[in-house]
């Protein structure tokens, strides 16, 4: 009996020993998470820098529960109104105020100049019935212009819009996640949301190797543009008055560059560096300070652009390997003496 039982036992060790080790399957103090930022949109429009959820949700208004009895409250009103010789015509009539249409409201979403835009839908209640509609821009929309602009983009303006609400009707229901990446560091999420709806929507940004379009949002900077050889258009614009200045420049062909210095009326060549500014977004709306080509590797002098959108555009026909640096901040009034353009208000 006591052999059996010493073999018993010999088999469950060597049973024991014949197994892996086991790796640990859970931390006993594991490691903090990564911390996920979650936003309230609370204002109709709405700037985001940060990576995140960014979370609206609107409710219905309440109902009127008893009708006649604020028909009756609003009459005692009057009436005492009228007691004390106050005029019937200072708001106090019995028409019901019409519902107020919704506002177009967006999520502006903007990032560092080398980076795009991703967004994706998680959740979003935007019912097509009661007119609630949302859109995402490649880009951002102000006032019916949009930047980057129309003529500079390299995609239509069709396809830079994507509009898409909730159809409650459709059977089987489709998953309303929906995923969005932009061109630029600068996107939008427009909503219109009537009577009660919601979203989730997260933000990414993402690197990219060849920034071309690029909205500020640092008052004092250092940036670069380059059209890679490409015939495109590139734009950097201030949604504030700037001041601009070159660092380094080699714009267009040989003939200009071989001259070693800067030439600030260039509106006539191909190749030029365009600084002025706008009211608006659209870059093609813009007065133009000055047109610049040639070369230098020194800093030239300063202009100062007071206009609502500073901007600096790179027109380039693909001839040539156009590069500029250029350093951009924020303009005050000690900047006026140095202005070379002033928009009108």
Known sequence: ??????????????????????????????????????????????????????????????????????????????????????????????????????????????????????????????????????????????????????????????????????NYKQWPRVSNKKFFRSSQNAALLQYRIAGRGSFVANVRFHKITQPCNVLVQDTAAVYKMTNFGQARNCTISALFPAVVSLASLRIGGKSVRTQQKVNYDCQTFGDRLEIGGSSGLDANGLELASAVCGAANEPGPEQAIFCGVSTVRLVSTGRYQNQAALILRKADEQDLDIATLMCAL
């Open 1 to 166: 009996m006591k052999l059996v039982v010493y073999l018993y036992l010999s088999m469950i060790v060597l049973g024991v020993q014949a197994w892996p080790s086991v790796k640990r399957s859970f931390e006993l103090y594991p490691s903090p998470a990564m911390p996920h930022n979650v936003h309230t949109v609370a204002d109709c429009m709405h700037v985001a820098s940060e990576a995140g959820d960014y979370i609206f949700k609107k409710l219905a208004p309440l109902p009127v529960l008893n009708r006649e009895a604020a028909l009756l409250e609003l009459e005692a009103v009057a009436a005492a109104a009228a007691a004390s010789g106050a005029d019937h015509g200072q708001g106090l009539g019995m028409e019901l105020a019409p519902e107020e249409q919704p506002d177009v409201c967006g999520l502006y979403v903007i990032g560092e100049p080398d980076t795009i835009v991703e967004i994706t839908m998680k959740h979003y209640d935007a019912n097509c019935e009661t007119g609630s509609l949302m859109a995402f821009v490649d880009g951002w929309e102000l006032n019916g212009e949009y930047f980057p602009g129309i003529k500079d983009h390299h995609r239509p303006l069709e396809e830079r819009v994507y509009e898409f609400c909730n």
